[in-house]
């Protein structure tokens, strides 16, 4: 979590009772000829406007680099900050010889790039061997702010249900190693090789959520808290929930549109946290089963509807899910821009599906690299 978003992150508005939401974003770094990952984030870091520097940070390997915008209230906010920090980004790696691309993972078959040279790094290297990812897994971290430890852990329940279908919305990475995996967003899967990747469990209060915690670490699963990965969390320095689901969006539409979604998600969750009405306890496996399919399918086939359990189209479930968060998303201001957005993205399909539509179009997977770039940059 860089720096300016964990100060600006940590609590709700509390003058208009609205939320703060702030986006990470993770992005791969290839040649701009083959498109395959090269270990180019010291040149690029070495090319970002130093008044951006405290913005940017490297990330796991050296073909992997990630921005946080400064969490704020108006999505108008977001939407700026991730577009700055997007072409600014772009800029460096075009200096730096490479292009930067807002994808899941790398399609294109290469050599690994290295992890990044950092002591915590290398515990992880010598503690899990070959989990490590191949040519970089890049996610979206959405930010919200909650009170206080109790409340979030009420609000982690309340959210666990819901996040497969954001996981959909999300789906960005459907070629790896120069094929066609047959989901929607491999990242997912590759990803999962991890211990500690799971759907957040049911929690009874934070002191049950901390001792999973000590439990994990002590077992070996992880090396710190920072390597809980849960599909949800609390952040181990800062008053905020983190849904940490997706694969990185192609453009900035769509991260914005993530955000109000996950913004509404919360916000709803601590009103019924507040209303006294319960979370829905769905069966760790029914989750661990519909954030599978979300993978394999994205918005382009089936999801799980976790209330029943029965398999319906993508897009109806999300339709539901959004008319549910109708009043957090309108106390926010965010109702008209989120359905003007939810049409572009029907329109256009998931990341996954328009990158598959242009390799069917072209054969090339080069091409795919090209439109995510644009994608990327906006």
Known sequence: MTGQVAEAASGTAAATGLLTVGVEEEFLLVDPHTGAAVPAVDLVMEQVPAELHGQVEREFQTSQIEIGSPPGLELSSIRHSLSVLRRALADAAERAGVRLLAIGTGPVDGPVPPVVDKPRFDRMIERFRLLVPGPGNNGMHVHVGVPDPETGVQVLNHVRPWLPMLHAVTVNSPFAGGEDTGYASWRSVEWERWPSVAPTPWLESHEHYQRLIRQLISSGVMLDEGMLYWYARLSAKYPTVELRIGDVCPSVDDAVLVAALVRALVATAMADVEAGRPALRTDHHLLVGAHWRAAHDGLEGDAVD????????AWELLDRFVERMRPALEQHGDW???????????????GAARQRAVFERTGRLTDVVQDVARQTRG
């Open 336 to 350: 008209a821009e989120v359905i003007d957005l939810l049409g572009g993205l029907r329109r256009h399909g998931s």
């Open 306 to 313: 976790v209330t029943t359990g029965e398999v319906r189209p």
